[in-house]
Nanobody, 124 residues
Framework: VQLQASGGGLVQAGGSLRLSCVVSGRTFSDYAMGWFRQAPGKEREFVACISWRGGATYYGDSVKGRFTISRDNAENTVYLQMNGLKPEDTAVYYC??????????????????WGQGTQVTVSS
């Protein structure tokens, strides 16, 4: 399974970005998907996850109400819409996938496959 994340960039505080992650190699709907982020000197942080068919979502407290995760199983893509961005959202964002049972999974160790990361920088 290969994950390719894109959509990062430089944005001013209060702005928006949409990240995308295209999955290839296996049946996309076999996987629940998540987004994590890692800032310099910090541990990888859970951002959001979405269930296999998109019927359930779960968010980290720091992004709740500002970020929205969604997926398009026909396009093998998961999205992260980020609104109201803050400087503290600056990080490398990673998409990840797992096929085991149970939802939500909020620990990075529970995810089997990872994308390469995309940099998001929010200026004040």
């Amino acid at each position: 399974v290969q994950l390719q994340a894109s959509g990062g960039g430089l944005v001013q505080a209060g702005g928006s970005l949409r990240l995308s992650c295209v999955v290839s190699g296996r049946t996309f709907s076999d996987y629940a998907m998540g987004w994590f982020r890692q800032a310099p000197g910090k541990e990888r942080e859970f951002v959001a996850c979405i269930s296999w068919r998109g019927g359930a979502t779960y968010y980290g407290d720091s992004v709740k109400g500002r970020f929205t995760i969604s997926r398009d199983n026909a396009e093998n893509t998961v999205y992260l819409q980020m609104n109201g961005l803050k400087p503290e959202d600056t990080a490398v964002y990673y998409c990840a996938a797992y096929s085991s049972s149970g939802f939500p999974h909020r620990q990075a160790s529970e995810y089997e496959y990872w994308g390469q990361g995309t940099q998001v920088t929010v200026s004040s």
